[in-house]
């Protein structure tokens, strides 16, 4: 079965500042900006260096919460992000190129929402109905109109386990490939040494006899 995003979900565009960001050490609010989501981490919310702030106009309803979904309308990665590690007491907003994603019923789980944005079929819709050259962003009709595949929900948990378990594997195997990597440097490393050692003293034995 297909569906709209319109038909799963209630989308909010993001704060718009008009204003320079204020950067407040004791804002009212944290903000989630582009910077802030991590690429090569499957597109997750690094909370870490959120930025405070103190919208001037009321922001309560672009709130985000663990469980919601937000979508990065522009530039050229537009990718959906699961929210899963805010403190249950903080105050989060997201920037105005976001939409925030929130499902209108239990047809469509929100982990399983993130997985099938971020797929070629969708990733290649939404590279076609992007619009400008510089920085190309995706209106919200349009994002409305992306088609995914709604399948029960028992097959939807099914592939978000799947795809955790994909994600912990490329995790372990990099961590393998970069401690490989020191590894190999450190023996390098210590070989050059060793050597240089060793063939300076033949040189200066050559010399001198």
């Given amino acids: 079965m297909r569906k709209r995003i319109k038909d799963l979900v209630n989308i909010q565009i993001g704060y718009q500042f008009r204003e320079k960001l204020d950067i407040t050490s004791d804002g009212d609010y944290q903000v989630v900006q582009a910077k802030d989501i991590d690429c090569y981490k499957n597109h997750r919310l690094d909370p870490s260096n959120l930025y405070s702030v103190t919208p001037k106009r009321d922001a309560k ?28 007491d903080s105050q989060t907003i997201v920037a105005g190129y976001f939409f925030i994603l929130r499902t209108k019923n239990q047809a469509v789980l929100p982990e399983y929402l993130v997985w099938s944005i971020n797929q070629p079929p969708s990733q290649n819709y939404l590279q076609r109905v992007a619009r400008g050259s510089g920085m190309p962003f995706v209106s919200k009709d349009a994002f409305n109109n992306l088609e995914i595949d709604i399948p029960p929900i028992e097959v939807q948990k099914l592939i978000i386990k799947l795809h955790e378990l994909s994600q912990k594997e490329s995790d372990l195997l990099d961590h393998i490939k970069q401690k490989r990597t020191d590894l190999l440097r450190g023996i390098c490393l210590k070989a050059a040494k060793t050597n240089t050692g060793v063939e300076y003293a033949k040189y200066n034995d050559k010399k001198w006899n």
């Fill in 61 to 88: 309803k672009y709130e985000i919460r663990n469980g919601d979904v937000i979508f990065l309308s522009k530039g050229r990665r537009n990718y959906a992000t699961f929210i899963d590690s805010l403190s249950d």
